[in-house]
């Protein structure tokens, strides 16, 4: 992890604690590569998965160039909003003109996880893609609080990421395609935090991708 701090001389981020990606130039060629681009399966698994429709209000957080919030915003409509934030001001120009390009009123914002620029209860779906394994233990807490609080009572936060898998020839495939770092996630701790943040109905399990899994949770509505 390394703290990033923003000049708007050099355009680096906001202040953090957890790694800010500015490597741009690289960033959508991997990401095509996993299939993470704009409406490519692995975004809309993750958009259905949350459940997301027309007339939602969306928080992608952590949205990097934008592939999963455009995704996103196609599936809440013209009579939703879907807004993107990232701690990298880089990412979030890259999103802005992937944005303007294909006439999507999605919205990105330099923002960051553990300090949310909206009030309280805005939102009824809050995402995030593979954000959780770039933050230390304490930046994770802070983050699922602050996500709890954009919720509204009732909405859902949805997080999907690296999980290494438990048979070990799957998990050496794995490390291979995205490296050991990556595999040092694991999601399956994730729960408890939600729990301890607030949030009822948590879940965890695989999802279609054999590199991700998932782990939701809800705001009570009362």
């Not at 490519?40 to 259905?48: A, D, G, H, L, Y």
């Not at 909405?155 to 995205?178: K, Y």
């Amino acid at each position: 992890m390394h703290t990033s701090h923003h000049d708007p001389k050099t355009g680096a981020g906001p202040e953090t604690t957890g790694a800010t990606l500015h490597w741009v130039s690289k960033y959508d060629i991997v990401a095509g590569l996993m299939g993470l681009g704009a409406n490519r399966p692995n975004s809309r698994m993750i958009v259905e998965m949350a459940g997301i429709s027309a007339g939602d209000k969306v928080l992608d957080v952590g949205c990097g160039t934008g592939s999963l919030t455009l995704t996103a915003q196609r599936y809440a409509g013209a009579s939703g909003s879907v807004h993107g934030i990232d701690a990298s001001p880089e990412m979030i120009e890259i999103a802005r003109r992937k944005a303007n390009r294909g006439g999507s009123q999605a919205a990105f914002e330099v923002g960051l996880i553990e300090k949310i620029a909206y009030p309280d209860a805005t939102f009824d779906v809050v995402i995030s893609r593979l954000v959780i394994h770039h933050l230390p233990d304490d930046l994770k807490r802070l983050g699922l609080a602050e996500m709890y609080r954009v919720l509204k009572p009732g909405g859902l936060l949805f997080l999907a990421d690296f999980d290494p898998p438990e048979n070990p020839i799957l998990a050496r495939i794995a490390t291979t395609l995205v490296g050991h770092g990556m595999m040092q996630s694991n999601m399956r701790g994730i729960p408890p935090m939600l729990a301890q943040a607030g949030f009822v109905e948590v879940a965890y399990g695989p999802t279609r991708s054999l590199l991700l899994a998932f782990t939701s949770g809800k705001r009570p509505t009362a």
